[in-house]
């Protein structure tokens, strides 16, 4: 009994050596799973980041009133589209309108009195030089009687009495001119200050008429843009009250009108230039990719959890703002080097054995050799073969390796400069 269960211990010993035996010829060897030709074609060398698609400075315009009042009418809701000075709100302005009244009634006054200066002040100055051109003419006879007089009474003619009477009228009338010619001096230059204090007192009424229609225009809400009404915070028969702060009713966005955020961390702005080509992407379309250029760089840094980002900003044309909304969140890549058709092998090829990066070459019959190419520029799917590979050259992209081989996943190491710091971005 003892002897058939030490030969029963020693068959399953035997039977356990052989299949272990079995189990490491079989997991040394290296056995491909999917492979690849080596071709020509496009490497790319990326930026991954985050960024926020934003509406231009004054594509977003908060609607606000300056008058105090209650709303009379309130004309648009959320989602209506607007063009640019339409009336959008009324505020009651029967008070504003009864000062405006008042201001034209004080204006038409002011008109009238200084017309009537215009028409009195003349006929005034006419009647005035008429008069002292008469004067003038009395005073010109009595000068030349006074001359005749004193002759004859020099010949003993008249008397001195009648000689000292016509001196005397002489005198007056002289007097008379020179109280005329006064008089008309006077109603010139009253004539001018009564017209200007005419024309201060219209212009002070047009000032006000034009202040007072100014403040009843602010009951009168447009749209400084066309856009589309994105908030209404206040509706007919609310109370607005203007005070220092401006009074927002209504928000207008002009949906063509946007721009792309990227926040580039501080370790990867050396390699953003203008002009680099940007490709980004949104969740709301993922399979879209939306095409850009790097437009601007900000040199002011922004510092969120301790991080160090440099905001570069992408225009957004028409066409993709049909697509886009602001505050969406893009998955971004900004080419930093790309090299056209070059010899090129996927990144699924390169394995890390031993501390190498290599490639293991299939060919016709099967057969696996190890490679260590000679790499130049690294993108994120292929990278570009200096040496080592040939054109067509069959590569393995899926292998499992003996347990005899160290190995790592497929594709560069962190570091290799394959890809970039994305996921990163703030909001």
């Known amino acids: 009994m003892k002897r058939m269960i030490l030969v029963g211990v020693a068959l399953v010993l035997a039977t356990a050596v052989f299949f272990a035996w079995r189990w490491y010829r079989s997991d040394d060897q290296i056995r491909v799973l999917a492979t690849e030709v080596v071709s020509r074609g496009t490497v790319r060398q990326v930026l991954e980041q985050t960024g926020i698609v934003k509406a231009q400075v004054g594509a977003i315009v ?12 309130m004309l648009v809701k959320v989602g209506d589209e607007v063009r640019k000075e339409q009336l959008v709100a009324r505020i009651d302005n029967r008070e504003i309108g009864a000062q405006v009244r008042e201001a034209e009634a004080a204006l ?19 009647e005035a030089e008429a008069n002292l051109a008469l004067a003038e003419a009395q ?9 005749r007089i004193t002759a004859l009474a020099d010949s003993g003619v008249v008397s001195r009495d009648e000689l000292e009477n016509t001196r005397q009228r002489a005198e007056v009338e002289q007097r008379r001119q020179a109280a005329l010619q006064a008089a008309l001096e ?23 008429l034009a202040a007072l229609r100014v403040r009843a225009s602010y009951t ?27 009074a927002n009713l209504i928000t207008v966005l002009d949906p063509s009108r946007l721009e792309m955020w990227i926040y580039v961390d501080e370790t990867d702005i050396g390699r953003v230039r203008h002009g680099q080509a940007v490709e980004f992407r949104v969740d709301a379309y993922p399979g879209r990719i939306f095409p850009g250029t790097v437009a601007e760089i900000y040199p002011e840094p922004e510092i969120r959890d301790n ?18 909304r602001p505050e969406m969140t893009t998955q971004v890549q900004i080419v930093v080097a790309e090299k056209a058709q070059v010899l090129r092998l996927p990144n699924m090829a390169l394995k890390w054995v031993d501390g190498r990066q290599v490639v293991f070459a299939v060919d016709a019959a099967g057969a696996v050799r190890e490679l260590q190419p000679e790499l130049g520029l690294t993108g994120l799917q292929y990278s570009e073969i200096l040496g080592g590979l040939a054109e067509g050259q069959r590569v393995a992209t899926q292998v499992e390796l003996g347990s005899a081989r160290a190995a790592a996943g497929g594709g560069p190491r962190p570091g290799s400069g394959a890809g970039g710091g994305g996921g990163r971005g703030p909001r």
């Open 307 to 324: 991080i160090v980002y440099y905001r570069a900003l992408v225009a957004i044309d028409d066409e993709q703002a049909q697509w886009l």
């Open 108 to 126: 038409q006054g002011a008109e009238t009195e200084l017309s009537r200066i215009r028409q009195v002040y003349p006929l005034r100055i006419r």
């Open 139 to 147: 005073a010109r006879y009595q000068a030349g009687n006074l001359l």
């Open 186 to 208: 006077r109603e010139r230059r009253e004539y001018l200050d009564q017209a200007r204090k005419a024309e201060q007192v219209l212009e002070q009424a047009r000032a006000g």
């Open 62 to 73: 908060k609607i606000g009133a300056r008058a105090t009042g209650t709303i009379d009418r």
């Open 220 to 246: 009168l809400i447009h749209s400084p843009i066309a856009g589309v009404v994105s908030q209404v915070t206040a509706q007919e028969g609310e109370t607005i009250v203007a005070g220092l702060q401006v």
